[in-house]
């Protein structure tokens, strides 16, 4: 699936899709909505005249379909169902909680209402100790992994080498960066000739690759009375395990402190699940590896406002990382 990369509706219009799919839910959700992220997807905060709050997602066009967005809430479910933190969806008034919104005669859009989950999202001035949390709650995510069984119809999408930063990943092309420099380019095909090797020989082994969250990182959690909770699971899918550790540090791998995020981060792993030497000899290459889809990624959403608060220099970082990966490539998550 090569996904498009951008959303073709304006405010305007996703405010009115979304007071649409509003009227599909029950009289006490009749809220007032306010549109508080765009990203992958687009965002609300609905606010319920009882002082209750949602979050209501509209999912963009041409990216996750039905089948895949009720595999995703599937997941969700039973993680709760072990006592797992992570967000719960609202029924409509048909029983149902993805409802369908015509956009027009040839066009749909896909929106689900979440309940509220208390926190304060963390930034890169947060405790280095607060990613042994992290580590924590990511492992107890994989346990839970390992062990479920997926329900039939289960489809999630596929997070891989090719998937990532092949010609046709699913979040665009590496090359489209912003400030992508023809020396660059090199530079970048001689790093992803030794993480694909390195990631072939470490295989996608049940132990090593599963469904994962894919998108841990500083955005998609919330600090609550010294508890770390996860949210947005819409990237969710088949991955290997440890990309969940550079997806935690994911667009700031350049940062002084994120070799001190890692250590934290598999501090806190390992009190769960076991860290082999080959899965500590992986790391960087699963970190260089996610910043080069990063760079695809910022590439095919150049519009948005999380690319545009990279800077300038941000390519140019990416280049230094690669260089660096490949001087270290044998030491155990060192990299930056």
């Given at each position: 699936?090569?996904?498009k990369?951008?959303?073709?509706?304006?405010?305007?219009?996703?405010?009115?899709?979304?007071?649409?799919a509003?009227?599909?839910?029950?009289?006490?959700l009749?809220?007032h909505?306010?549109?508080?992220?765009?990203s992958?997807?687009?965002?609300?905060?609905?606010?319920?005249?009882d002082?209750?709050?949602y979050?209501?997602?509209?999912?963009?066009?041409?990216?996750?379909?039905?089948?895949?967005?009720?595999?995703?809430l599937?997941?969700?479910?039973?993680?709760?169902?072990?006592?797992?933190?992570?967000p719960e969806?609202?029924?409509g008034?048909?029983?149902?909680?993805?409802?369908?919104?015509?956009v027009?005669?040839?066009?749909?859009?896909n929106?689900?209402?979440?309940r509220w989950?208390?926190g304060?999202?963390?930034?890169?001035?947060?405790?280095?100790?607060?990613?042994?949390?992290l580590?924590?709650?990511?492992?107890?995510?994989?346990q839970?992994?390992?062990?479920?069984?997926?329900p039939?119809?289960?489809?999630?999408?596929?997070?891989?080498?090719d998937?990532?930063?092949?010609?046709?990943?699913?979040?665009?092309?590496?090359?489209?960066?912003?400030?992508?420099?023809?020396t660059?380019?090199?530079?970048?095909?001689?790093?992803?000739a030794?993480?694909?090797?390195?990631?072939?020989?470490?295989?996608?082994?049940?132990?090593?690759?599963?469904?994962?969250?894919?998108?841990?990182?500083?955005?998609?959690?919330?600090?609550?009375?010294?508890?770390t909770?996860?949210?947005d699971?819409d990237d969710?899918g088949m991955?290997?395990?440890?990309?969940?550790v550079?997806?935690?540090?994911?667009?700031?791998?350049?940062?002084?402190q994120?070799?001190?995020?890692?250590?934290?981060?598999?501090?806190?792993?390992?009190?769960?699940?076991h860290?082999?030497d080959?899965?500590?000899?992986?790391?960087?290459?699963?970190?260089i590896?996610?910043?080069?889809?990063?760079?695809?990624?910022?590439?095919?959403h150049?519009?948005t406002?999380?690319?545009q608060?990279l800077?300038?220099?941000?390519e140019?970082?990416?280049?230094r990382?690669?260089?660096?990966?490949?001087?270290k490539?044998?030491?155990p998550?060192?990299?930056?």
């Amino acid at each position: 699936m090569t996904a498009k990369q951008s959303d073709t509706l304006d405010d305007t219009s996703l405010n009115l899709l979304a007071t649409e799919a509003l009227r599909r839910y029950s009289p006490d959700l009749q809220g007032h909505l306010s549109l508080i992220c765009r990203s992958e997807n687009a965002t609300f905060l609905l606010r319920c005249p009882d002082g209750g709050r949602y979050a209501l997602r509209v999912h963009r066009g041409g990216y996750h379909q039905r089948d895949e967005i009720e595999s995703e809430l599937a997941w969700l479910d039973a993680l709760r169902e072990s006592e797992i933190q992570v967000p719960e969806a609202v029924k409509g008034r048909d029983g149902t909680a993805v409802q369908t919104v015509a956009v027009s005669e040839t066009e749909n859009r896909n929106v689900v209402i979440f309940r509220w989950i208390e926190g304060e999202m963390p930034t890169t001035d947060v405790d280095p100790r607060a990613f042994a949390q992290l580590g924590e709650v990511t492992a107890r995510l994989h346990q839970h992994s390992r062990q479920w069984p997926h329900p039939a119809g289960f489809r999630r999408i596929i997070w891989d080498s090719d998937t990532m930063v092949g010609p046709h990943g699913h979040w665009g092309r590496w090359q489209d960066a912003p400030g992508m420099t023809a020396t660059g380019i090199p530079l970048i095909e001689e790093t992803l000739a030794h993480t694909g090797s390195v990631l072939k020989s470490y295989g996608k082994s049940a132990q090593r690759y599963g469904l994962i969250h894919a998108d841990l990182r500083l955005t998609n959690l919330l600090l609550h009375k010294g508890e770390t909770r996860v949210i947005d699971f819409d990237d969710c899918g088949m991955g290997w395990y440890l990309h969940d550790v550079a997806a935690a540090i994911s667009f700031v791998e350049h940062h002084p402190q994120a070799q001190a995020w890692v250590r934290h981060w598999l501090e806190g792993y390992a009190r769960i699940c076991h860290v082999s030497d080959a899965d500590l000899a992986v790391i960087p290459t699963l970190i260089i590896q996610r910043r080069i889809q990063l760079l695809a990624w910022r590439g095919s959403h150049a519009t948005t406002e999380m690319a545009q608060s990279l800077g300038n220099e941000w390519e140019q970082e990416s280049l230094r990382l690669c260089r660096e990966y490949l001087a270290k490539a044998h030491h155990p998550f060192v990299i930056g």
